[in-house]
């Protein structure tokens, strides 16, 4: 067992961090920082109908014309046009409730896809039962069926509670 003191004289002696060197400890240590590493801690843009106010505007590195436009936002708004309140929208948000609403058509591609399935997985098994499956065995008959069921009743199997009690055997029918 390790005491508290050859712990510390291992720590001392550089034994514990040749234990616990490994890329991901060494990584999370040092202040690399990778650029395609996602930061969680700046406020982002998110089109979601459940979210409408984002955190930062769509478009946060204005032009020239851009920036002339929200300084006449900060004027009254009823000197703006139709055409600039519209484009004042589309700094903010990228798109309108009815344009996140509307659907993708991606079912098609899906439904598709789902019925390329079926039909490949249709002609495998065809090829299965012409290629592959031999023909069906001659005790599958109807004829072997009836044989084999005569010959369990006359040799009467299971007669208290099986196959052969459901055989009425004085009529010669079943019950």
């Not at 003191?5 to 990778?34: D, I, Q």
């Not at 009823?78 to 700094?91: D, F, G, H, S, V």
């Not at 098994?125 to 069926?145: A, I, K, N």
């Amino acid at each position: 067992m390790l005491t508290s003191r050859c712990l510390a004289r291992g720590l001392r002696n550089g034994l514990w961090r040749s234990l616990s060197s490994s890329s991901s400890a060494r990584a999370a240590h040092t202040k690399e920082v990778t650029a395609d590493v996602l930061d969680c801690t700046v406020p982002q843009y998110n089109n979601r109908l459940d979210t409408p106010l984002p955190d930062v505007p769509f478009v946060q590195n204005l032009n020239e014309q851009q920036t002339q436009l929200k300084e006449k936002e900060k004027g009254p708004w009823t000197k703006l046009t139709k055409e600039e309140k519209l484009a004042l929208y589309r700094l903010s948000h990228e798109l309108t409730y009815p344009e996140m609403r509307q659907g993708t058509g991606e079912w098609k591609s899906v439904l598709g896809g789902v019925f390329i399935f079926l039909g490949l997985s249709g002609l495998l098994v065809w090829w299965q039962r012409v290629y592959v499956f031999g023909d069906v065995p001659h005790t599958l008959s109807e004829e072997w069926v009836e044989k084999q069921t005569q010959r369990m009743l006359d040799m009467r199997v299971n007669p208290v509670h099986g196959f052969s009690y459901h055989w009425d055997y004085e009529k010669k029918q079943w019950k």
